[in-house]
């Protein structure tokens, strides 16, 4: 789940090549996966390395001060 300016995003954090958990690297603002070096952009997309597809997007409601995700 990612902040944004005015709202929340959600992904799965399985990465699509072979399942590893990626891990947001806040600095560059991209997620990284720690097995084989895929790169996500903020929005799941795919930048670089062997993944072959985006990250899955999940639903995310806001509610007053709860974010509810789901999935699509
Ligand atoms: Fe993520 Fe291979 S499992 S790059």
């Known amino acids: 789940v990612l902040r944004r300016k005015d709202d929340f995003v959600a992904y799965s954090a399985v990465c699509t090549h072979l399942g590893c958990l990626v891990k947001w690297a806040g600095p560059q603002k991209e997620f990284l996966c720690p097995c084989h070096a895929a790169v996500f952009d903020a929005e799941g997309r795919v930048v670089s390395g062997p993944a072959p597809a985006d990250l899955p997007p999940y639903r995310v409601k ?10 699509s």
Request: hydrophobic letters at 60%.
């Open 62 to 71: 806001e509610i007053g001060e709860v974010v509810y995700v789901a999935a």
